[in-house]
């Protein structure tokens, strides 16, 4: 079971588990999520299934009663940082009263494990010491509701483990980037940023472009899901899912721009406020209890990230 599976990191995992010859159920209420991003997986024939469903609605329990998933990719969620400022009571909805549906649902039917999509970008603040360690989330107090949200999960996956025998993997997700990523949210710098420079639009760089960030490419970021979905992998854990590197915006523009030859300075804008100046997460951990590596240069990946969205127009 997929969830979210209509948007952009979990269409790319839809595609992955099938190719694997699994079976997969793929659930979203298409709130951000496209049909489109599952053209691959409905070739699968029937493979594949999809439920047009909100993962806060009743008949969640029934659907997972029928196909009695093994595993449970957690990837539905409020998804911005700005919309939890907005409206907190929306994202806690979606992010805890939804995550604790589908963990009764799970628990309910039998589900071994779910895999969990964390976020590293929000867990930590601000860290001391780059790059962050999974053991620097203690203690830590993440700013936004968006990221309160997503570090109550982790404490209510520990509950479910401990108390209904549902195991999980959190994966702590760096800046995933790459094909099918939306450009009209306020983040996915790159997905903006391509899809502004192919458009003809000056992209805006927000303060002086030298803060840095984590860029993970999706593929990788997909393979991390299937890893953790073995039995007694990285049971009860949480691991980073990123690179280590720190990346300037300015640079991550550089490369962009070059690899869509396009010569256009970026604009200037004012800093945002509740951003991180600094993030790299270090994935030490996940290569020892996944085995899990990143594999794309961050070149390679821009290259196959602006080749996707100027086919995609
Ligand atoms: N992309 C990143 O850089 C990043 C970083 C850290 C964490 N994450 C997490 O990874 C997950 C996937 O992110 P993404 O970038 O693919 O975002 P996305 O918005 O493309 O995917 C989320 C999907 O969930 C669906 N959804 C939202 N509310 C729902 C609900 N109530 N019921 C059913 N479906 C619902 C949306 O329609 C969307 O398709 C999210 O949980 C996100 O918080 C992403």
Same mark, same amino acid.
């Given at each position: 079971?997929?969830?979210?599976?209509?948007?952009?990191?979990?269409?790319?995992?839809?595609?992955?588990?099938?190719?694997?010859?699994?079976?997969?159920?793929?659930?979203?209420?298409?709130?951000?999520g496209?049909?489109?991003?599952?053209?691959?997986?409905?070739?699968?024939?029937?493979?594949?299934?999809?439920?047009?469903?909100d993962?806060?609605s009743?008949?969640?329990?029934?659907?997972f009663?029928?196909?009695?998933?093994?595993v449970?990719?957690?990837?539905?969620?409020?998804?911005?940082?700005t919309?939890?400022?907005?409206?907190?009571?929306?994202?806690?909805?979606?992010?805890?009263?939804?995550?604790?549906?589908?963990l009764?649902?799970?628990?309910?039917?039998?589900?071994?494990?779910?895999?969990?999509?964390?976020?590293?970008?929000?867990?930590?603040?601000?860290?001391?010491?780059?790059?962050?360690?999974?053991?620097?989330?203690?203690?830590?107090?993440?700013?936004?509701?968006?990221?309160?949200?997503?570090?109550?999960?982790?404490?209510?996956?520990?509950?479910?483990?401990?108390?209904?025998?549902?195991?999980?993997? @959190?994966? &702590? %997700?760096?800046?995933?980037?790459? /094909?099918?990523?939306? #450009?009209?949210?306020?983040?996915? !710098?790159?997905? *903006?940023?391509?899809?502004?420079?192919?458009?003809?639009?000056?992209?805006?760089?927000?303060?002086?472009?030298?803060?840095?960030?984590?860029?993970?490419?999706?593929?990788?970021?997909?393979?991390?899901?299937?890893l953790?979905?073995?039995?007694?992998?990285?049971?009860?854990?949480?691991?980073?899912?990123?690179?280590?590197?720190?990346?300037?915006?300015?640079?991550?523009?550089?490369?962009? @721009?070059? &690899? %869509?030859?396009?010569?256009?300075? /970026?604009?200037?804008? #004012?800093?945002?406020?509740?951003? !991180?100046?600094? *993030?790299?997460?270090?994935?030490t951990?996940?290569?020892?209890?996944?085995?899990?590596?990143?594999?794309?240069?961050?070149?390679?990946?821009?290259?196959?990230?602006?080749?996707?969205?100027?086919?995609?127009?």
């Amino acid at each position: 079971m997929v969830t979210g599976g209509a948007g952009f990191v979990g269409s790319h995992l839809c595609d992955r588990l099938l190719a694997e010859e699994g079976r997969v159920v793929a659930m979203d209420n298409l709130r951000h999520g496209r049909i489109a991003n599952l053209a691959e997986a409905r070739g699968y024939g029937k493979q594949f299934t999809f439920y047009n469903m909100d993962i806060r609605s009743e008949g969640l329990r029934t659907v997972f009663e029928r196909h009695r998933p093994d595993v449970v990719m957690h990837l539905a969620a409020q998804a911005s940082v700005t919309a939890s400022v907005a409206d907190p009571l929306n994202d806690a909805g979606v992010n805890v009263m939804g995550l604790l549906n589908l963990l009764e649902a799970s628990a309910g039917a039998g589900v071994r494990k779910v895999v969990f999509a964390a976020s590293g970008g929000t867990l930590y603040g601000e860290p001391r010491k780059l790059p962050v360690k999974e053991s620097s989330r203690r203690g830590s107090r993440p700013v936004s509701p968006y990221g309160i949200s997503k570090k109550a999960a982790e404490l209510y996956l520990s509950f479910y483990r401990r108390t209904r025998d549902l195991d999980f993997t @959190a994966l &702590a %997700l760096a800046n995933v980037y790459g /094909p099918r990523q939306d #450009p009209s949210g306020e983040a996915g !710098v790159i997905a *903006i940023f391509a899809h502004r420079m192919i458009s003809g639009q000056t992209p805006t760089i927000f303060g002086d472009g030298e803060q840095t960030r984590d860029f993970v490419f999706v593929d990788d970021t997909v393979h991390a899901f299937a890893l953790a979905s073995a039995p007694d992998r990285a049971s009860g854990a949480l691991l980073n899912i990123g690179t280590g590197v720190e990346s300037t915006v300015n640079q991550v523009y550089r490369s962009l @721009a070059k &690899a %869509l030859t396009v010569k256009a300075r /970026p604009y200037y804008g #004012p800093e945002r406020s509740g951003e !991180v100046r600094r *993030i790299a997460l270090d994935p030490t951990q996940a290569e020892a209890e996944l085995g899990w590596r990143p594999w794309t240069k961050l070149d390679d990946g821009l290259r196959a990230t602006a080749e996707a969205f100027r086919r995609a127009g």
